[in-house]
């Protein structure tokens, strides 16, 4: 819910000489709030937040603060996960404009007919979805444990996998399953050139190359370990590899250099660009001003339709619930 009160806070005046750190920190004390940022904000919002992850982890977070106001450093999906998880919490995003291509790619009217058109499927949903496409899913999940999930149905279950291709592609190759795919990806990941790598793989040859399952096949396939963005993390920090080829957004290589300062990451290149590496640039909305005058203001605020929040949040706590069950 775009407001004009809600996009003109984003012009309100930061005083230059005034300490964002501080003054953010000082403001999340007073109005007990929480800041949840994901792995593919800037570095500066990582280190205020009270926790960084990936979209598990947030939701996980979320599912459990005390706060009175959660501020979700992300892309509007977060958010919406966010409030449906705490429709009794007041939930924050920075720029209401960090949209989600993947997302976008997913239109709900257009799934709910799909999933209409395979009756008795069981239907798998991609965190990175609008609440309304959570309404018509049995249960979501997200890279962490999208294997995990699909694997404890019995074999043989018709499934529907939206709206990541490539993901679902990835899932269904390593469970040897057939699930119906939503021809839906993420602009970043899709977006990685397979000559590149080669090309870096050349120049830096005892790298890893490492991937996140958004990728496209070819990519996949000449990479040393896939995962999702919180097992990369956990990866580079086990392995005894020195360099990484790191094909996903490159905002969590800030942590990355963070938990191993005597390793090199090396961001994977996208196809059409001259740039070094590949930004989602929804993410990258997100600034320390717009932080500080969201938490000022106390907006742009995101809602969920009652009758979609109670829907969608059995999909998201039936995940929640087999995650824990499975450690995850």
Known sequence: MLTNQSIGYMDAPVPKDLDLKEAIDKLRKEKNAIILAHYYQTGDIQDIADYVGDSLALAQWAAKTKA????????????????????????????????????????????????????????????NTTAAVKAVTDVVVTST?????????????????????????????????NMLLWDGACHVHEQFSLEKILSLKKQYPNAEVITHPECKQPVIQVS????????????????????????????????????????????????????????????????????????????????????????????????????EKLGL
Not at 99 to 104: E, F, N, P, Q, R
Not at 163 to 175: K, V
Not at 285 to 312: G, R, S, W
């Open 224 to 323: 040393d370990f896939v995962g999702s963005t919180a097992a990369l993390l956990k990866h580079t920090i086990k392995s005894d590899a020195k360099q990484f080829i790191v094909a996903t957004e490159s905002g969590v290589i800030h942590e990355m250099r963070k938990q191993s300062p005597d390793k090199e990451f090396i961001p994977a290149p996208p196809n059409d660009s001259t740039c070094a590496c590949n930004e989602c640039n929804f993410m990258r909305l997100n600034t320390m001003e717009k932080l500080y005058n969201c938490l000022k203001f106390e907006m742009p605020e995101i809602f969920v339709d009652e009758e979609v929040q109670k829907k969608a949040i059995k999909p998201i706590k039936k995940m929640l619930e087999i995650s």
């Open 145 to 177: 444990n999208a294997r995990q999930i699909v694997e404890s149905f019995p074999e043989g279950t018709p499934m529907i996998f939206g709206p990541d291709r490539n993901l679902g592609n990835y899932i269904n190759s390593i469970t040897g399953r």
């Open 68 to 127: 009175d106001i959660i501020v979700l450093c992300g892309v509007h999906f977060m958010g919406e996960t966010a409030k449906i998880l705490c429709p009794d919490k007041k939930v924050l995003v920075p720029d209401l404009n960090a949209g989600c291509s993947l997302a976008d790619s997913c239109p709900a009217p257009e799934f709910a007919e799909f999933v209409k058109q395979h009756p008795g499927h069981t239907v798998i949903s991609y965190v």
